[in-house]
């Protein structure tokens, strides 16, 4: 994958570009954070609703109540088996992955005469390319994270839907 850079070639060019590629990788880092805050809230609202739920469920079944429907029943039901994939897409998209990013050994070898005395623009070069292959798989990863999340986000949003009918009915 290595380009050229011809004879002459304006290292400014280089730099603006190597410029763009770090903007770009830091913004993905940034993305990568956010996606698994939002992981992490998906688990914390389905603890916290699945919480109102059973006292929900407490409070249908205690004393003086009539019996709960079959219908409710298996509303409740529903709603706690959305619940708990939202959470389970939640940590899944919070899970611990290996990003690609260089090897200690390869940034070494950077230091030798043969790569310290090259021209500015093939070390921008050099270190863009390498820069692009982290960004890829940065992307990549950060990618299937917001699927997890926005699968999570429909999950939930599902179980509220559900848990909502069933204190409907229950109420009415």
Same mark, same amino acid.
């Given at each position: 994958?290595?380009?050229e850079?011809?004879?002459?070639?304006?290292d400014?060019?280089?730099?603006?570009?190597?410029g763009?590629?770090?903007?770009?990788?830091?913004?993905?880092?940034?993305?990568?954070?956010?996606?698994e805050q939002?992981?992490?809230?998906?688990?914390?609202?389905?603890?916290?609703?699945?919480?109102?739920?059973?006292?929900?469920?407490? !409070?249908?079944?205690?004393?003086?109540?009539?019996?709960?429907e079959?219908?409710?029943?298996?509303l409740? &039901?529903?709603? &706690?088996?959305?619940?708990?994939?939202?959470?389970?897409?939640?940590?899944?998209?919070?899970?611990?992955?290996?990003?690609?990013?260089?090897?200690?050994?390869?940034?070494?070898?950077?230091?030798?005469?043969?790569? !310290?005395?090259?021209?500015?623009?093939?070390?921008?070069?050099?270190?863009?390319?390498?820069?692009?292959?982290?960004?890829?798989?940065?992307?990549?990863?950060?990618?299937?994270?917001?699927?997890w999340?926005?699968?999570?986000?429909?999950?939930?949003?599902v179980?509220?839907?559900?848990l909502?009918?069933?204190?409907i009915?229950?109420?009415?």
């Amino acid at each position: 994958m290595a380009t050229e850079v011809k004879p002459g070639a304006s290292d400014f060019a280089g730099a603006a570009y190597l410029g763009l590629i770090e903007q770009q990788l830091e913004a993905e880092q940034r993305r990568k954070d956010s996606l698994e805050q939002r992981g992490l809230a998906l688990v914390t609202i389905s603890g916290f609703l699945a919480g109102v739920l059973f006292a929900l469920v407490t !409070w249908a079944t205690s004393e003086g109540r009539p019996p709960v429907e079959r219908s409710v029943k298996a509303l409740l &039901v529903a709603s &706690v088996a959305s619940f708990f994939v939202g959470a389970l897409c939640g940590l899944i998209a919070i899970r611990t992955q290996k990003y690609e990013e260089p090897k200690v050994d390869d940034l070494a070898s950077l230091l030798t005469e043969d790569y !310290w005395g090259q021209r500015a623009a093939d070390g921008t070069l050099s270190v863009a390319e390498v820069l692009v292959a982290v960004l890829r798989d940065a992307r990549d990863k950060n990618g299937k994270k917001a699927l997890w999340v926005e699968a999570g986000v429909w999950f939930e949003a599902v179980a509220a839907l559900i848990l909502l009918a069933s204190v409907i009915i229950l109420l009415v």
